[in-house]
């Protein structure tokens, strides 16, 4: 325990290193004291403790104010100890006989995530899973069942050619369930997006009527707040669209607050900007029941009717898991410690900062936006121009140097282990970075600094 | 921390209660100060704590010694310490850049699990997933792609009738999966098991000449260990008829030892009988390079190729998620202080507890197995006869009451919060209790406690 608080501690402080990089060759083989081969022979205690500290040690701080790699970032303290008490707890979501207090807290956080996306009036009905990703797939497979019930028994060959929507600049999460429902990831058909990544809903309408020649369209997925850009999808033209066509609207939300919305399905994820510890996903649907029916297979030795208490509480039928993790304890015991409102406050925080960091990438000569506006969600894209490429004109040449640049400064980064920030091509652009606030433990210095790193490792390329 | 510290040693106290039990709806409404609704405004700290303990106190001790009611029971602490580090650490599998231990950590593991079933010679793959029922969902979808590789892009329409056989005391999971995967359960062929839940292979060999005639056989799911009666199917027939007929073979695989396959791919869960903390599941294939062609999207945003580590080591590509939870550090911690023979001292212990409570029942005059034999697996199941059902002769009526005996003795037990034991009907078999060992806690005078329990709660009835 004293390892875990120390480590804590150091997370928070922003003189520490994010991470002490080694390659992966240098980890197989081992460090010094530090194998992670596996024995015959238990081990010594004091060995145990030196594993943990060196885990811990080689790792990466993501609760580090200046590790902005990933959306998933912080360590929220209450958070964290929720998860230890959930582990502590080691019990499994299936059934309200094994996990009561954690099946009536799901139940609890689901109604008050319908109220907030607007729902409160309807009968809604969601499953915790294990990340965005697969309740996006949540999505996809429930709009499948409902339009198409005989799927669950006769498969997709009894199915007409169903063709899903996207715009691409979504997740490749739908790509991925097509893929895994054996639907296919040809009939994922990808939507244009104007500058700032909205999907174009007139682009959506044809793509809808064109794909009529061959397919049966069946869903929609809109993003409010894309992984690269941060953009909102216009929402509420996609839904008229899916409505006309009768197509299933599904929303990948990244913001929480004042969505009203007339999508059939969410996902939400609590462990990005809310801050709430690896794994937290919660998959929403409107329709109650629709869950249940799509995956239920009554295993007697699991669900038994003759219970003495209301098995409609055992969620174990809804899911295409059987054991699942408890994931709604810290989410729950943050909400009562932080309220909706420390929530809100928390966001907004991370939005300033964004807005912090736009301004300044204007105001500095040697940095360039990848797109105008200002901000809507937490992201902010841009490049790092080094003094050298400033004299080559706009071009094929200079995208092909300015392509290297952040992946040479992100290197350099690892190895002093001083910040972390991703990059990435996008459709047509060449490797820009991509910043993204979420850590409630980043002020303003800690954007100063990584502006300023990135200049220190690039100026002379 | 306390909180936790003092519930764990309550946990290993046989003295205290295993729970105390609530119904939905009396959770719902809230306890005396235990309110499970959540607000706009924040609470204070002590009530912060209040509402950790409580949640405590009206969940269930799965680690008591008494709680025999899933085989994933016990609480292990250093599996717990290593749950507790994986929380503080916070991070995401998805590439070696964001997690460069706990990915190296994985590859180790999986390369020391090949070797134990067998495949120490061979270059073979895997992934650490949530849960068993989605390793076995990767199980079908890899085999589905090694031999129609198509269905990625073109889905399920492009592909014959493809069948999965069974047997029909294995697990709802492959069903779900094939739900899920777009093939129906139509197309999932239940083959016939012997007395003691063996599937048989003569069966498997009609039903995959019959399916012949509409389906194109694909896969077979074989289980060592069944989840209700502990039985093993005969592996090497299995194996034999799968080669013949060019079928892949899966095992879903209870015990770790000794198990030399020649299937093509493995489920394997730590957190049953090694009694690692929830989630902790393993899928193995014996192929390389097939989880990655089978699931790579190739996001931009997360793989970039031109990292300066080696990215053969993100392993995001191979899964079925995104974000992916750290469940291999508890596993790996628990194997460095046990080593591989302390995992075969735990899980003999669990045998001999087995082998135990048959003699026991064996020699109880109102108790009755519902198969003979002795235990190959830590499963016992078995009836209670109460002393008003002994003089009814063997037949409808009888079962018709006797069905009735395990709900009721169980509820009786939840109430009491004394023991917990899961009790189902199977097949053309009544409500039986179905015991399983897996808890280090547990010792030869809890199992008398269950048996006196059960016969103190059931005489009467």
Not at 332 to 358: D, Q, V
Request: charged share 25%.
């Amino acid at each position: 325990i004293d390892i875990l608080l120390n480590y804590i501690k150091k997370t928070y402080d922003e003189k520490s290193k994010v991470l002490d990089f080694h390659h992966p060759h240098q980890l197989l083989e081992g460090l010094e004291g530090f194998s992670l081969e596996l024995c015959d022979q238990p081990e010594p205690l004091e060995q145990i403790l030196v594993d943990c500290r060196d885990t811990l040690k080689y790792g990466v701080k993501t609760g580090h104010p200046r590790y902005f790699n990933q959306l998933s970032s912080g360590l929220d303290i209450v958070g964290l100890a929720g998860e230890w008490l959930s582990a502590s707890a080691n019990t499994n979501m299936f059934t309200y006989e094994i996990a009561p207090v954690f099946t009536v807290m799901e139940e609890i956080l689901l109604k008050k995530m319908h109220e907030m996306v607007g729902w409160g009036d309807t009968e809604a009905d969601g499953i915790f899973s294990p990340g965005g990703t697969i309740s996006n797939l949540y999505s996809v497979l429930v709009a499948r069942y409902k339009r198409f019930p005989e799927i669950k028994t006769k498969g997709m060959t009894a199915l007409p050619h169903i063709a899903l929507f996207v715009s691409e600049h979504s997740h490749y999460s739908i790509k991925k369930a097509a893929a895994v429902l054996g639907i296919g990831t040809d009939n994922v058909i990808a939507v244009k997006c104007d500058e700032r990544g909205k999907m174009i809903p007139s682009d959506l309408e044809a793509k809808i009527l064109k794909s009529k020649r061959q397919h049966t369209p069946l869903y929609v997925n809109a993003t409010a707040g894309t992984t690269v850009y941060g953009a909102f999808d216009p929402l509420e033209n996609i839904a008229d669209i899916c409505k006309k066509y009768g197509l299933w609207m599904h929303v990948d939300v990244m913001l929480f607050i004042n969505i009203s919305l007339t999508a059939n399905s969410v996902t939400w994820n609590p462990h990005k900007l809310m801050g709430v510890p690896l794994q937290c996903s919660a998959f929403l649907v409107r329709e109650k029941g629709l869950l249940q029916a799509c995956n239920q297979m009554c295993a007697g030795y699991l669900f038994q009717p003759d219970k003495q208490y209301d098995t409609t509480y055992d969620t174990g039928d809804k899911t295409i898991q059987c054991g699942r993790h408890a994931d709604v304890f810290k989410l729950w015991l943050m909400w009562k410690a932080k309220g909706t409102r420390g929530f809100e406050i928390l966001i907004n925080k991370s939005l300033e900062l964004a807005e912090y960091l736009y301004k300044e990438l204007n105001s500095r000569e040697n940095f360039e936006l990848v797109f105008d506006g200002e901000p809507e969600l937490t992201n902010v894209c841009f490049w790092y121009i080094p003094p050298s490429l400033r004299s080559i004109p706009k071009g094929p040449e200079r995208e092909k140097l300015l392509h290297q640049v952040a992946p040479k400064i992100k290197a350099q980064m690892i190895e002093e282990g001083t910040t972390m920030v991703s990059y990435q091509p996008h459709a047509d652009k060449v490797n820009f970075f991509r910043m993204v606030f979420s850590n409630p433990a980043t002020r303003k210095s800690d954007v100063d600094f990584l502006l300023e790193e990135i200049e220190r490792l690039g100026k002379d390329l």
